[in-house]
């Protein structure tokens, strides 16, 4: 082999223009920001998450203080977004429910994924017995229609938020299993997990090392569109009070608070009906332009 | 039978087979070799004729639903088929290593190509994360990488295919390994490539003294690389010598059929010779000689059971046949 100059080596293309090479990541990223309107979903996705950590240091009052004479107040100077019906400041209160919001959207797809991939990536690698067991169990999970479902496991739990990520960890977590165990079942059969095994590999490495980060995009990508879902779960729950429970500040429950309000004070429901349809929005245009980032096909 | 060195991996009958809807398809039917130490064992035949399902069944990784039936592994004074699953996976990568045929797919489009090399080495030796690179650099360099240090952090598909083969090499000899399956390792390759890829696998056969296995239906291969060849049809062994007896001398039917098929420089002929026919099914192969119903000098006693295998010559240029021809002819 002719020595060739270390820097240079192999990465000049065909017509001796420098062949810039990335890494996946690098590439994707760049990828993303591309699209503007994805730039604005993560910039306000951004804005949300600052609000939702900072919450003590950002909101003007406590969204807890209580000043009655001061109640059903329209926006103002005083009251950016006006009052509630016990003289809460609205704003404090929707930076507050962010914190509950993204909580329950975060966690709740964690316990999803978790549960998801890992029974997933059993039922598609092993098949068989397993997989039968496994298909059909995601199956009854799936055939309940999810609102009702999430009532009935919150039924037994009890209100509260803990119970929140449970429930809606439970409603979902077929959806991370279906996709992880078609795509194990996919790349299984792949020469480089045979590859992995004549290396002295055990199943589990396998699995683990080889087959779930080629997994990884698709599941980002879940997530980030399974959030907006769960959020919208959450609210429906404290709407219907078997959610957050008062006096923590949910968007979903203040709504449901709202709408006996609704004919006389109309503004009072549509601050967190906003809140929740720019965060749910937000999540949807960026898991959709994460997708597009990440899918491998569509790489030029 | 070994002419070079020690026995390092003896098969002795293996039978490897797989269920299918006419009845069980027997890949590999009574297979037995040796390998010694620093020799090349060539095995050739056409696809299908128990090559590969040879190779995976020494490393016990014949997928589902196959099975190896029977015979013995004989590696290092053990049976390989009788040892506990952990066992054997500290056997594989790290003393019996393989390289596939297509280098496109063996490697992880996700992980970079040094991560994978120091895979096998943090595995097997037990070196940390630093180590293991510093090594994987060496190992590239070895294979005739430029600029290891940066290509280690490059992913498979920023490199050639030839590049990528040299990664599988790199990748099956980082434990230094007493075996080394070469499973069609130029195939996918173009020519020019082939010949570098085969002159860096015996540069590493000499330093290391591996048994190198050379699995192809290259002919032209075998002749450059092989000490013994090994021709195998419908899962048996037909004919097994030396590369100078096999490819000079062949005595069955089908070595002969193969050896007319490869091009010659030599010979103006307008078409290439083809044995007619195809490898039989498995799971009913014909009756008598399996070759029989492909063979141009078939006779009566073809049909009637199996051939013997036959031994001529001494240790030194050994020579068998599996054929009633050359039965009839001694």
Request: proline share 5%.
């Amino acid at each position: 082999m002719a020595p060739v100059d270390k820097d240079s080596a192999g990465l000049f293309g065909p017509d001796g223009l420098a062949v810039e090479s990335r890494g996946f990541f690098a590439d994707s990223v760049l990828r993303l920001c591309a699209n503007r309107l994805v730039i604005l979903a993560a910039v306000v996705l951004a804005i949300l998450a600052a609000l939702a950590l900072f919450a003590p240091f950002i909101s003007p009052y406590d969204p807890m203080k209580q000043t009655l004479a001061d109640s059903l107040h329209g926006p103002g100077a005083k009251h950016l977004l006006g009052t509630d019906e016990l003289g809460r400041d609205i704003l404090s209160r929707i930076i507050y429910g962010a914190r509950i919001s993204l909580s329950v959207g975060l966690v709740s797809q964690l316990i999803a994924c978790s549960i998801g991939v890992l029974l997933g990536a059993i039922a598609g690698f092993y098949g068989g017995f397993a997989d039968t067991l496994i298909s059909r169990t995601m199956e009854i999970f799936a055939a309940f229609p999810e609102l009702l479902f999430a009532i009935a496991i919150m039924f037994v739990l009890g209100p509260g938020v803990i119970n929140v990520f449970i429930a809606l960890g439970l409603l979902s977590w077929t959806h991370y299993a279906r996709l992880v165990r078609g795509q194990v079942m996919l790349l299984r059969e792949m020469e480089y997990a045979q590859a992995c095994r004549v290396c002295g590999g055990s199943n589990a490495r396998v699995i683990i090392r080889h087959l779930l980060p080629n997994c990884f995009s698709t599941i980002i990508v879940l997530v980030t569109l399974g959030i907006p879902g769960a959020i919208l779960t959450e609210a429906s729950l404290s709407y219907i009070g078997l959610g957050v429970q008062p006096p923590m500040a949910s968007w979903g429950q203040m709504i449901s608070t709202a709408q006996q309000y609704v004919s006389f004070y109309p503004y009072y429901s549509v601050a967190p009906g906003l809140a929740i349809v720019i965060t749910v929005l937000a999540f949807n245009i960026f898991g959709d332009g994460l997708r597009d980032a990440l899918d491998p096909r569509l790489r030029r | 039978m070994g002419d070079s060195g020690t026995v390092v991996l003896s098969v002795k009958n293996l039978q490897t087979s797989f269920p299918s809807r006419n009845g069980k398809a027997r890949a590999v039917d009574g297979v037995s070799f040796d390998v010694g130490r620093g020799e090349t064992l060539g095995i050739v035949g056409e696809s299908g004729c128990g090559k590969s399902v040879t190779a995976l069944s020494i490393i016990r990784l014949v997928g589902e639903p196959g099975r190896v039936e029977g015979g013995e592994i004989l590696y290092g004074g053990r049976d390989l088929l009788e040892l506990p699953l952990g066992e054997m996976r500290r056997i594989r990568g790290n003393k019996i290593a393989m390289i596939f045929q297509e280098p496109m797919t063996s490697l992880n489009p996700v992980l970079t190509v040094g991560a994978q090399i120091s895979e096998a080495l943090r595995l097997h030796e037990g070196l940390g994360k630093r180590e293991a690179m510093a090594r994987t650099r060496e190992m590239l360099a070895m294979v005739n990488f430029p600029a290891p240090e940066k290509r280690a952090k490059e992913y498979p598909h920023q490199l050639s295919g030839g590049m990528r083969q040299r990664v599988m090499i790199a990748m099956a000899l980082c434990c230094t390994p007493d075996v080394l399956i070469c499973d069609e390792p130029t195939t996918a390759l173009d020519v020019t490539i082939q010949a570098q890829i085969i002159s860096l696998i015996e540069e590493q056969k000499s330093r290391t003294g591996a048994a190198v296995l050379m699995i192809t239906h290259d002919l032209g291969l075998i002749s450059e690389m092989a000490d013994r060849v090994i021709v195998m049809y419908a899962g048996k062994i037909v004919e097994e010598g030396t590369k100078m007896n096999v490819l000079t001398n062949p005595l069955h039917p089908y070595t002969e059929g193969l050896l007319n098929a490869v091009p010659r420089i030599d010979r103006d002929s307008g078409t290439l010779d083809v044995i007619p026919g195809m490898v039989p099914n498995l799971a009913c192969l014909p009756e008598g000689c399996a070759f029989r119903p492909r063979c141009s000098r078939a006779s009566e006693a073809c049909l009637m059971s199996p051939p013997r295998f036959e031994t001529l010559g001494s240790d030194s240029s050994f020579h068998g046949v599996n054929c009633w021809l050359a039965e009839s002819a001694s």
